[in-house]
């Protein structure tokens, strides 16, 4: 079906149109169907109309690209009248279809058009980004104003896949782009022919950023996660490393070990150049604050950071910093700089490596870490992650942060004198505390668990809502006699045993949190006695539906014991068990429990690794 069949479709029946969500539209026919407007495509959904209230697809068709001289004619159509549906119908707003209407739902789809998905109808959005530069032609709406969401490796992404599929009409818009006199003159001196493909790619973002700066796109959110696979294809990978393999920054086990480290560094660094090449465009003053209301900000693993974080220097009113890198000391300066710089940073993530032995580590973290001084009127999410805080001055700040709501530490060394100073902070408004696989002092842990200290606080476990505590390396001691006698509300809860006394103190704390939704045990080690996961699985608050046992069932015995006197109704279980067991009658148990329970699964999952093996089971 082409755009003029749907168009004298539309025009042949009376269509009643109901607005159900900002992504979507009901259009009722004899048969209803749905249209989902993407740039200027309809993806339409006919479903029978005995079963449309239980949402069953019986048939499906794509209807092809619609061009924006149909698309016009169908915003014109004056007979689309708006009906009040009859009650058994699906919902109660209408709205006739016309511009304000579509503009309003076009609005809403191109705030993030760089979605993570790449297919056909993302690769549509990149001529349409630069039919700017045809002359003769204008769209119907101004897509680029409406982009607030900037997903810069997606953008790649998706930049690099229409260049693979498309190479005819990147010369187009090439040849366009050479002849337009209007645009900066940058353009005029571009080189791109001599890196064959990822040169054609890096013009058409900035031609595209360039378009977004003059119509005066609003972003509020950026983020740069560039990833092996992203850039493996201009990598020549049949020379061999100088380096011998090492890896001079973090990796995911998406890359392959023996890439050209040299060149990858090379590519991230042009890729980063867009953004400092936009920003410091001579004939084009506006690129300067084009992220000047940036509220939200993301640079993971690969990306370098300095420029970026240096281009970013206007930005004054950030809500969001996340950050990821392995040599912090690299970026102190521009990262400490920006953090100063903020009027309301609520949310600050932080995720490092373990390389302390790195010249110059241990002050950069300090630095870092204790200039969120600052902005401690405003901060509200704490999360740091895979860092050694060594200096015992680094949370002296932390008694100021009257707002928080999270604080997160995660793989983290940190000092017994940081461990006071948490515990010693009124921080009223803290709901979820985490502290999961950190380490301390070794002489003080094993006589004294330090996060005690925080429990014992009366102005921070009585307001917890989510408490997750799992440190392997550091023993409970008295830690959940403290949990028991000072937390009550708490929702999501997660803990380990590591004594015999920890069971009766746990067996508490389950009775004096009626609430809790979900819960998570491990045992990291501690014998667990015969009986232990009946008396559990009795204890548990009734509107528990979230469970993860990690080494606490032993054999499907205890397994099919754990199933047989649970009583909560559960949504979500996830068991892991020694390898000494075989987890497919772990499986066909759970199968045969839901039977008999009358419970339905969604999701059955089994995984047997060298070290252990986990059952995972969603019910609906």
């Given at each position: 079906?082409?755009?003029?069949e749907?168009?004298?479709f539309?025009?042949?029946?009376k ?39 239980e ?23 004056q ?24 503009k ?64 005819d ?65 201009f ?13 001079y ?27 400092t ?51 912090f ?27 302390a ?77 985490e502290?999961?696989?950190n ?7 094993s ?31 008295d ?42 045990l491990?045992n ?57 067991n ?11 429990w839901?039977e ?25």
């Amino acid at each position: 079906m082409d755009s003029k069949e749907i168009l004298n479709f539309f025009d042949r029946k009376k269509l009643r149109i109901f607005i159900f969500s900002k992504q979507r539209i009901r259009i009722f026919i004899p048969y209803p169907c749905i249209i989902c407007i993407i740039c200027n495509s309809f993806h339409i959904n006919v479903f029978d109309n005995k079963k449309i209230n239980e949402g069953t697809n019986v048939k499906k068709f794509v209807v092809e690209y619609v061009g924006n001289e149909h698309f016009s004619s169908m915003l014109s159509f004056q007979h689309l009248k708006s009906q009040r549906p009859e009650p058994d119908r699906l919902g109660p707003l209408d709205s006739k279809v016309n511009h304000t209407w579509c503009k309003n739902g076009i609005i809403y789809l191109w705030k993030n058009p760089f979605r993570k998905e790449i297919d056909y109808n993302h690769t549509k959005i990149i001529p349409v980004l630069l039919s700017f530069l045809k002359k003769d032609e204008n769209t119907l709406f101004d897509y680029p104003c409406f982009i607030t969401h900037l997903d810069f490796d997606n953008l790649f992404r998706i930049a690099s896949n229409f260049f693979n599929t498309n190479e005819d009409e990147v010369e187009y818009f090439l040849g366009l782009m050479e002849q337009d006199d209007t645009l900066p003159s940058i353009f005029s001196k571009l080189e791109y022919d001599k890196w064959p493909g990822f040169g054609q790619i890096w013009v058409i973002i900035l031609l595209i950023l360039v378009n977004m700066v003059k119509r005066k796109a609003n972003i509020q959110w950026f983020k740069f996660d560039i990833r092996y696979n992203d850039i493996k294809g201009f990598l020549n990978n049949n020379r061999e490393e100088m380096d011998g393999g090492v890896e001079y920054y973090y990796v995911d086990d998406e890359r392959i070990v023996g890439s050209d480290v040299e060149m990858r560094y090379n590519i991230v660094n042009r890729i980063e150049n867009i953004i400092t090449t936009l920003l410091r465009l001579e004939d084009l003053d506006e690129s300067k604050n084009f992220f000047e209301n940036l509220e939200y900000l993301e640079l993971d693993r690969s990306s370098f950071k300095i420029a970026i974080l240096e281009a970013f220097s206007t930005c004054k009113n950030l809500k969001t910093i996340e950050i990821e890198h392995p040599y912090f000391q690299l970026i102190l300066t521009p990262l400490v700089s920006l953090i100063k710089k903020q009027n309301n940073l609520e949310n600050i993530i932080i995720y490092g490596v373990h390389n302390a032995y790195m010249i110059g580590y241990h002050e950069a973290i300090f630095e870092i870490i204790s200039s969120l001084n600052t902005v401690v009127h405003s901060l509200k999410r704490i999360e740091i992650c895979g860092i050694k805080m060594m200096n015992d001055e680094t949370f002296k700040f932390i008694g100021k942060c009257k707002n928080l709501e999270i604080l997160k530490l995660e793989d983290s060394y940190i000092s017994i004198k940081n461990f006071e100073w948490i515990a010693l902070a009124e921080l009223p408004k803290l709901r979820s505390l985490e502290l999961v696989y950190n380490w301390s002092n070794k002489e003080y842990v094993s006589q004294f668990n330090p996060i005690q200290m925080i429990l014992q606080n009366k102005n921070i476990s009585p307001n917890l809502k989510i408490l997750h505590l799992l440190n392997t390396y550091i023993k409970n001691h008295d830690l959940l006699k403290s949990i028991s006698e000072n937390c009550r509300n708490l929702i999501n809860f997660t803990t380990q045993l590591t004594a015999d006394d920890d069971i009766q103190f746990l067996f508490t704390i389950l009775g004096n949190n009626p609430n809790i939704k979900e819960f998570q045990l491990l045992n990291p080690g501690y014998p667990i006695s015969t009986g232990f996961i009946i008396n559990l699985v009795k204890a548990l608050p009734k509107k528990t539906d979230y469970i993860r046992l990690v080494n606490i069932v032993s054999n499907v015995d205890e397994f099919r014991e754990f199933l047989e006197n649970c009583v909560v109704d559960l949504k979500f279980l996830y068991v892991v068990v020694s390898i000494q067991n075989n987890i497919d009658e772990f499986g066909e148990c759970v199968k045969n429990w839901s039977e008999k329970r009358g419970k339905n699964i969604r999701k059955l999952d089994k995984f047997s690794i060298p070290s252990d093996k986990k059952i995972l089971v969603r019910w609906e």
